[in-house]
């Protein structure tokens, strides 16, 4: 049986996955429900599968928060730690990351296997081009937007889907969350 992959991206309306100038975490829209709704999704057995820029963002902000940061929430702490997958060229052991296995080589190639191998889920949340290449090589299940209620035109950062394949998507679920902010889940299909 193949394990399935998630990509999971935030994302403001016009489609930027950050944004310079004076946002803040979560654009300062995150809600009690969105927070819960973050914690839920963690709160299940899964592998997380990360680019090596993903991975150094996380481990930098993980590291050097405290109690107060914005990043310091439980959902935060719960992907802190579960077992993760780093796909890296660049990165050398050891990985300050509670439970983190560091692969070499091709992330599509290391993405097939771990689909085969695994017995949880796998979850990826950014590492947004690896899992556009993930896309075009059809080994992405599910594709889960949360839209953030901002527009960030001049400020907008990381493009989510830049040079992206075509894609048809099938809508398999959708939760509004402290009435503005949309989680949208597809199944992808190239087109």
Do not use: C
């Not at 995150?30 to 839920?40: K, N, S, Y």
């Not at 299940?44 to 990360?50: G, K, L, P």
């Not at 590492?127 to 556009?132: A, E, K, T, V």
């Not at 075509?166 to 992808?188: K, S, V």
């Amino acid at each position: 049986m193949t394990a399935t992959y998630t990509f999971d991206v935030f994302s403001s309306l016009d489609g930027y996955g950050a944004a310079g100038g004076d946002w803040t975490g979560y654009w300062g829209k995150q809600g009690p429900e969105l927070l819960d709704r973050r914690l839920a999704l963690y709160d299940t057995e899964q592998r997380m599968v990360f680019g090596a820029n993903t991975y150094r963002l996380f481990a930098q902000m993980l590291a050097v928060s405290t109690e107060d940061s914005d990043v310091r929430d439980p959902w935060g702490l719960r992907l802190w730690n579960t077992p993760a997958t780093v796909v890296s060229t660049t990165l050398r052991d050891p990985l300050d990351w509670p439970d983190a296995t560091l692969v070499s080589g091709d992330a599509v190639a290391v993405v097939a296997r771990l689909k085969e191998e695994s017995d949880v889920p796998l979850r990826s949340h950014g590492s947004l081009s690896m899992n556009r290449a993930l896309m075009a090589a059809g080994l992405v299940d599910r594709v889960q937007v949360t839209i953030f209620p901002v527009i960030t035109g001049e400020t907008g950062l990381d493009r989510i889907f830049q040079g992206a394949a075509d894609f048809d998507l099938e809508l398999l679920e959708h939760h509004t969350l402290d009435g503005r902010t949309q989680e949208l889940t597809y199944r992808p299909t190239l087109h």
